[in-house]
């Protein structure tokens, strides 16, 4: 009955109708909120939180590896790079229109950022040094964010979910091109083979701070599941992204710089040493390696690109269709 309700409400979205669902039932239904249904406040309030975090996320993540566009090894890796980094762009972009369903403006979001009152991923404060922090990237903290983001393909609010689909498929190319990069350079010269090694040695811990503080510590994790916007716990994603990445460091020839890993046989999953969330707090309260280069960078290419939107808004307006009763 209830999946009833969910499948009734999908296929009158498709048809770009929607009957009004409570909020509750669409919820037990496991279908999908759109942005004219009635929704709690809090509920729209978190999500615009957690979307516009992502959104930031995404076009802040442009810079590490927008960094190393003009150093490319090659013409070949040099095109792969700007394609993903677009694609990020693009992201972005999917995100703040998912925000803007919600009912507040981009420019809004935006001077939340530069202002420092909304967050981005701590991962993107961390510096790119060499060619081989692109390809840890791209497997590591892509590589994460798949899998954070594929059940977020499930969240209940369904202009979010929606836009999680193409971006995780954007992502898992990502993180292919991260893992070939990674496995050219350990397949190579002895210099080659100590560039990925120190690269991944510093981007996984990182990686794993991705995932947000442990379960007991995170304060919007038991609402947010209860709302099926979050669908498993930080600290649930962090250990399925450690089981899928020890075996693909053994197929890189790769060591991770933890000690403590060893399969569980009883638990059925890899155990793994402790993480210092002490830095995670540090990095996301803007003491990170690089949080300030990154913003200030952020803002001074808002601030350069005004004229572009400038332009934009004339050029729409000069083109806008004349409403009715118009002369
Ligand atoms: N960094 O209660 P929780 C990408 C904050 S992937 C900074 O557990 P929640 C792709 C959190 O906001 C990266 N802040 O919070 C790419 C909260 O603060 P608030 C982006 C963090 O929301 C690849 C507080 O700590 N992905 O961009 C972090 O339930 C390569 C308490 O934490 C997403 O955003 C952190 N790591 O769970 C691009 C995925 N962790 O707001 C370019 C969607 C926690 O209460 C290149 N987001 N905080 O003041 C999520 O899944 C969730 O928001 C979590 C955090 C899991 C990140």
């Not at 001077?111 to 060619?131: A, E, M, V």
């Not at 450690?242 to 020839?253: C, E, N, R, S």
């Not at 350069?304 to 934009?312: L, M, N, P, Y």
Request: include cysteine; charged fraction near 25%; hydrophobic fraction near 40%.
């Amino acid at each position: 009955m209830l999946h009833d309700v969910a499948r009734d409400a999908d296929i009158c979205h498709i048809l770009g109708y929607r009957r009004p669902v409570a909020f509750d039932d669409l919820l037990a239904g496991d279908g999908r909120v759109e942005p004219r249904d009635e929704m709690p406040e809090g509920y729209r309030r978190t999500l615009v939180r957690q979307i516009a975090q992502h959104a930031h996320s995404e076009i802040i993540g442009m810079q590490p590896e927008g960094n190393w566009i003009s150093r490319a090894p090659s013409l070949r890796r040099k095109a792969i790079l700007m394609a993903k980094v677009q694609d990020e762009a693009g992201h972005g972009l999917y995100l703040y229109a998912a925000a803007e369903t919600l009912g507040v403006d981009r420019a809004d979001l935006l001077d939340q950022l530069h202002t420092g009152r909304q967050k981005y991923s701590s991962i993107f404060n961390y510096p790119t040094l060499t060619w081989a922090d692109v390809g840890a990237i791209g497997w590591l903290v892509d590589g994460a964010a798949i899998v954070n983001q594929v059940p977020l393909c499930r969240c209940s609010y369904g202009p979010y979910a929606r836009a999680m689909v193409r971006i995780c498929k954007e992502e898992s190319f990502h993180q292919r091109q991260g893992f070939e990069i990674l496995h050219t350079l350990s397949h190579g010269s002895p210099a080659q083979q100590r560039m990925a090694q120190d690269a991944v040695d510093r981007y996984w811990w990182p990686a794993l701070m991705m995932f947000g503080p442990p379960d007991d510590d995170s304060p919007n994790s038991a609402q947010s599941m209860a709302w099926g916007i979050k669908r498993f716990s930080n600290d649930d994603l962090r250990q399925r992204f450690v089981d899928m990445t020890v075996p693909q460091a053994q197929a890189l020839g790769l060591t991770l710089p933890d000690p403590q890993i060893a399969w569980n046989e009883d638990r059925g999953h890899y155990d793994f040493g402790p993480i210092d969330f002490t830095e995670l707090a540090e990095v996301i309260k803007g003491n990170g390696p690089c949080n300030q280069q990154r913003l200030a960078h952020k803002v001074q290419a808002h601030e350069d690109g005004a004229w572009v939107r400038e332009a934009a808004s004339a050029y729409a307006a000069k083109h806008a269709r004349p409403t009715e009763g118009a002369a």
